[in-house]
């Protein structure tokens, strides 16, 4: 009997999934719509594109060096660019199109 309690509670510790915690998350307004960025405990992000009809998720994972977020996408990389600086507590995106 204690056996198969024991493996009841391992089954459901390891059933339980930790939830991943923002460490950072920015928003600005967009020409109709909004991007918004979150970034993860674990190193994943969501860059989210949202206008009025439609909306672009782009997800990846990130790394920080010094003062540069580097960003690799999982699959296409938006206008913003893969690169930010965080600067005077902004985000600033060095080599997209805008």
């Known amino acids: 009997m204690k056996k198969i309690l024991t493996l009841i509670i391992l089954l459901f510790l390891f059933s339980c999934k930790k939830e991943k915690e923002?460490?950072?998350?920015?928003?600005r307004e967009a020409p109709l719509g909004w991007i918004y960025l979150?970034?993860?405990?674990?190193?994943?992000?969501?860059?989210?594109?949202?206008?009025?009809?439609?909306?672009?998720?782009?997800?990846?994972?990130?790394k920080i060096k010094e003062d540069t977020i580097y960003?690799?996408?999982?699959d296409s990389i938006p206008t913003?660019?893969?690169?930010a600086v965080l600067e005077n507590g902004y985000i600033r995106y060095i080599n997209g199109k805008y």
């Open 22 to 27: 923002v460490v950072l998350s920015a928003d």
């Open 38 to 62: 979150n970034m993860y405990d674990d190193n994943s992000f969501d860059f989210v594109s949202k206008g009025l009809r439609n909306k672009k998720i782009y997800s990846g994972n990130y």
């Open 71 to 74: 960003f690799k996408y999982k």
């Open 80 to 83: 913003a660019g893969n690169i």
